[in-house]
C-alpha cells in the first residue's frame, strides 16, 4: 500500500516538474513509507512528515488546512508557530474546523 502511495505522489509531483519529498503515514499517523526524489530539498523531509501526519490528525487535506490558517481564518497564525504539527488540541480554548468534504 505504502508503495503504491508513494508512486501517486511520485507521478503527481511529475506534473509540477519540482522534486517532492513524499510521506505516507498510516491511520495511526505513523510514517509508513518515503520518498524523495533527486533533488528535493533536504530541508523539506520534516516538513513532508508533518504535513502528512497532520494531514490525518484532523483527516483533512493539507490544502484545506492552509486555507483555514489565512489571516481572518480560525487557524490563523497557527502554522507558522507549530510548523504543520498543530500541537493547538491542547490549548485552553478549543477550535471549531469547518466541515470539509474530501474528493477521491
Known sequence: MQSECCRAGEARATVFCIPYNIAVVDVGAHLIGF????????GCIELAIDKAVTA???????????SLSQSGKPLFGY??????????????????????????
Do not use: E, M, N
Open 35 to 42: 520518498v524523495r526524489q533527486d533533488g528535493a530539498l533536504i
Open 79 to 104: 502554522a507558522s508557530v507549530f510548523t504543520f504539527y498543530w500541537h493547538f488540541a491542547v490549548q485552553s480554548r478549543p477550535r471549531k474546523l469547518p466541515r470539509h468534504r474530501q474528493s477521491h
Open 56 to 66: 490525518r490528525f484532523f483527516d483533512k487535506t493539507t490544502s484545506f488546512l492552509a
